[in-house]
């Protein structure tokens, strides 16, 4: 498939790439109580069941808020930027074929990769910060001001990341084989993410710590630690800032040349 990006000028590529910006972020708008729904409704019980039912067991201390929390925002900007990017290009690519509509405007194809991952970005970021003062209140924990830029560009990466993997799996998986892929992937991550316990204190399980230091959602959850509850043993946060943006670059690539392969078929 071809398109007429390769005659049409910057200026005209930008304003079509804001446009179908818009256009998704439009239909978000329209949809925004199911949105509300996958944003909290996992998160909160996570965060209910671990954070306040077990504390007040006495299974776990009162301190595992702070180690719980940043985790559980963590995962939620990365699943919502994975999941809003992948699972819509397994559709379109499958059953709608709404993709054609962009790979026919005057865009280059790799601007409308880059598209779908900034908007599966942007899904995830917000669903990491609506949940943050649910998060709050239901735990009954508070962070200094000075925490919410540093924590606004780790939700941010995170989600970046998640989206830039959905990339990979949305155009690598087709529709039948998509229960496979929640089988086989995004379990595997939501277990090894460290968003209910910090990476570093796996040094008496160090297999398991391998496993975990090769997920980039446990990079998103130090980070978060690191700038949010800096008292709670964390990877230190340079080390995350470069993983999660190899991350972001090398899933980002692999993505837009998997989504190149299938819009040119």
């Not at 180690?67 to 900007?77: I, K, T």
């Not at 998640?162 to 087709?174: F, W």
């Not at 595997?188 to 496993?211: K, M, N």
Request: charged residues 10%.
């Amino acid at each position: 498939m071809t398109t007429s990006a390769t005659a049409a000028p910057a200026s005209r590529q930008l304003h079509t790439f804001g446009a179908i910006m818009w256009r998704d972020v439009f239909v978000a708008l329209r949809q925004f109580p199911t949105f509300i729904g996958q944003a909290i409704i996992q998160p909160f019980f996570t965060l209910f069941v671990f954070g306040v039912l077990l504390s007040d067991a006495g299974y776990v201390d009162g301190d595992y808020s702070a180690v719980l929390l940043p985790g559980v925002l963590a995962l939620n900007g990365f699943l919502g930027g994975m999941q809003n990017t992948a699972l819509p290009l397994v559709v379109d690519f499958s059953y709608t074929r709404e993709i054609e509509d962009r790979l026919l405007s005057p865009i280059s194809l790799s601007l409308v990769a880059v598209e779908k991952i900034l908007f599966g970005a942007l899904y995830g970021f917000v669903a990491s910060l609506m949940m943050t003062p649910v998060g709050m209140i239901l735990l009954d924990l508070s962070w200094p001001i000075s925490k919410t830029i540093p924590a606004l560009g780790i939700a941010g990466l995170g989600a970046l990341a998640g989206a830039s993997i959905g990339l990979c799996l949305g155009t690598s998986v087709s529709s039948d084989k998509v229960d496979v892929m929640f089988t086989l992937v995004l379990m595997p991550l939501l277990f090894t993410g460290s968003t209910q316990f910090p990476l570093v204190a796996l040094d008496e399980v160090r297999w398991f710590q391998v496993i975990c230091g090769a997920n980039p959602l446990s990079y998103a959850s130090e980070g978060m630690r690191a700038v949010t509850s800096p008292n709670v043993e964390h990877v230190p946060l340079p080390i995350t800032l470069i993983v999660l943006v190899g991350s972001i670059t090398l899933f980002a690539s692999i993505g837009i040349r998997g989504f190149l392969k299938r819009a040119q078929t």
